[in-house]
């Protein structure tokens, strides 16, 4: 793998070679991209592969003559389970997929190139997007290792869009991709300190992305705020020949950055989802706080305290997860390049076993060998997992919308960032309600509330299906609303944090 940054040949040094010419605004920019990853990478560990072409790209926008797209210039990442043309492998973390060098762009890929952008490079995730063993940590790829919270170093990113996460949270990059089958956008987004959305399932192109659930998998844009993932969904967004399910894509989508500057939260009817809350003192109160926020700007809150059988829709959810990852990956895996010898998910498992001193030295796989246990998409049991699910999800988020005579609902996101730990894995409290919209294939907006001890905690909006620009347009309301916060740190923990290691220290009167 790629890993090195190298600013050598850049003219980001006085009296070099190139300093005499002055760099257009998307060669500056992916510049001062890479300076920044340079100086941050090795604390961080956010990008899996830096794609060596990425300043040729910016310098070849600079010369175009055409109309400059809307994202003309911005460096982007990419989680390393997206296809990106170039010498660039698509791993998924995993290094049974070290050699999947496929030369094509993922549609999206494709639509975010049109639009301007610069492919920066791909970004780390947990291996097989979190779905390789029950133990696993997040944020660790037995390719790239370990990525860190940039709010507190010896903190967890979430994942499983990790890197996508803590890299727009360390300031490398102002939006990356990441892709969510349940929390793995929203809960990056959550604890790194920035804004993340989960589309409707069917608004963006699943093509070329390594998968998970075609019932529930969707890319997304995370970004520093709400209007710059606006304009990522807006050049994402569109219907793909190659994925059915995005046949409404096209009349569906919009400029999702039209009226975010003078969105109002005045009158606003939000239900607030009190049975999504109470596993979390810290976050509660910034709950609260956000509560006090949406009312001051005219919003009606309406209580909603009591939830659907959530234990129920998440064992269907599991068992349609293993069946469909099963389907997908050998799909997949059948269209990667002869140098690619893993050709189906048993040929994984049996790479995992003959490297395990690396891929299996720090947990096991035993989802993968439970997906690989299943008896496919015509299996009864799968049939009726997926019914449940679809409909238990479903009908709770339209039934709480409707009951409750509200536009939007409203949760915690996630927990704040806990510690890395490779002894027990992830060991977080968990509650907030995204898994209803992951599994409903509804979209859902995160929103940074505040830090706590140098952490951040994120605001959900949830809504209906295609209600993307009504959850972007509060999510602005709100962000405006709320002020600004503190960049990410880089402390090596939170009691070195510049707000907490004040107090830790004796008074001297």
């Known amino acids: 793998m790629n890993k090195a940054w190298s600013l ?204 998970i659930s075609a019932s529930q998998d969707t890319a997304g844009p995370m970004a520093k705020d709400v209007r710059t993932a606006a304009l990522l969904l807006t050049a994402m967004a569109g219907s793909d020949p190659a994925d059915p399910v995005t046949a409404e894509a096209d009349a569906r989508t919009q400029d999702y950055a039209k009226g975010l500057e003078t969105a109002s939260l005045k009158g606003v009817r939000i239900g607030v989802l009190r049975w999504a809350t109470g596993w979390s003192t810290p976050v509660d109160a910034a ?52 140098a690619v010898k893993t050709r189906t998910l048993a040929d994984v498992i049996a790479f995992n076993k003959a490297d395990a001193a690396r891929s299996l030295g720090l947990f096991g796989q035993d989802l993968l060998e439970k997906a690989e246990a299943t008896k496919g998409l015509d299996d009864p049991v799968y049939k009726e997992a997926r019914a449940t699910s679809l409909k238990g999800a479903s009908d709770a988020i339209a039934g709480m919308l409707a009951s409750a005579g509200v536009e939007v609902l409203v949760a915690p996101s996630a927990p704040a960032a806990w510690k890395i730990d490779t ?38 909006f949830l809504g209906p299906k295609w209600g993307e620009a009504r959850l972007l347009q509060l999510g602005a309301a709100y962000e405006r609303a709320r002020g600004p916060l503190a960049p990410a740190s880089l402390a090596p923990n939170v009691e070195g944090a510049p707000q907490v290691a004040p107090l830790l220290k004796p008074v001297v009167d």
């Open 8 to 211: 050598v040949g850049l003219a980001l040094v006085p009296g070099s070679v190139q300093a005499a010419s002055v760099p257009g605004p998307a060669e500056a920019a992916t510049q001062a991209a890479i300076e920044w990853a340079t100086r941050i990478e090795p604390l961080v560990n956010s990008i899996l592969e830096r794609n060596p072409d990425a300043l040729a790209e910016a310098r070849a926008l600079d010369r175009q003559r055409k109309a400059r797209g809307p994202l003309f210039g911005m460096p982007i990442l990419v989680k390393d389970n997206i296809d990106v043309a170039g010498p660039m492998p698509t791993t998924a973390g995993s290094r049974a997929l070290a050699a999947n060098v496929t030369g094509r762009d993922a549609p999206i890929v494709a639509r975010l190139r049109a639009s301007g952008a610069v492919m920066l490079g791909k970004t780390n995730l947990s291996e097989w997007a979190n779905f390789r063993s029950s133990d696993s940590i997040s944020g660790w790829s037995s390719v790239a290792g370990q990525t860190r919270n940039p709010n507190a170093l010896d903190r967890n990113p979430c994942g499983s869009s990790s890197g996508s996460g803590a890299a727009v949270g360390a300031g490398i990059v102002d939006a990356a991709v990441g892709t969510e089958t349940n929390g793995s956008i929203i809960c990056p987004s959550s604890v790194n300190g920035i804004v993340g959305l989960k589309p409707t399932v069917g608004l963006v192109s699943r093509t070329h992305i390594v998968p």
């Open 287 to 338: 709950f609260e706080r956000a509560l006090e926020t949406l009312r001051a700007q005219g919003a009606v809150l309406v209580d909603i305290k009591e939830g659907p059988d959530r234990q129920a829709i998440s064992k269907a959810e599991f068992q349609v997860l293993l069946s469909e990852f099963k389907a997908g990956v050998n799909a997949y895996l059948a269209t990667t390049p002869p």
């Open 423 to 460: 002894v027990n894995g992830d060991q977080a409290p968990f509650g907030g309600a995204g898994g209803l919209a992951a599994v409903a294939g509804t979209p859902h907006l995160t929103v940074p509330m505040e830090r706590k001890f140098g952490l951040p905690m994120g605001l959900s």
